[in-house]
């Protein structure tokens, strides 16, 4: 895709196993710190939350025009947390 054809991974800068590694680090730390720091329900929200951006929203960009509707739930999340 013209727009992302110069971020990390398509680029080449970055492989999927690091890129993959980064997200589970950074997704395991900030649910862990949501969950200790606040409370378990705002940990469980924030998993939820990378849940369906990563499972829902972003595989549903290239088939769904209705990837916006769900765009729009994991967008006003952070604010419900």
Known sequence: MLRTRTRPL???RLTK????AF????GIG???LLFAGA???TG???LANIALYGMAYTPMKRVSV???HVGAIVGA????I
Not at 17 to 20: I, K, N, S, V
Not at 23 to 26: E, V
Not at 77 to 80: E, G, K, Y
């Open 39 to 41: 409370n378990p329900l």
């Open 44 to 46: 469980a929200l924030g």
């Open 30 to 32: 900030g649910v862990s």
């Open 17 to 20: 196993q690091q890129g993959a």
């Open 10 to 12: 398509p680029a080449g």
């Open 66 to 68: 209705y990837n916006t």
């Open 77 to 80: 999340l952070p604010v419900v």
């Open 23 to 26: 997200s589970a680090i950074t």
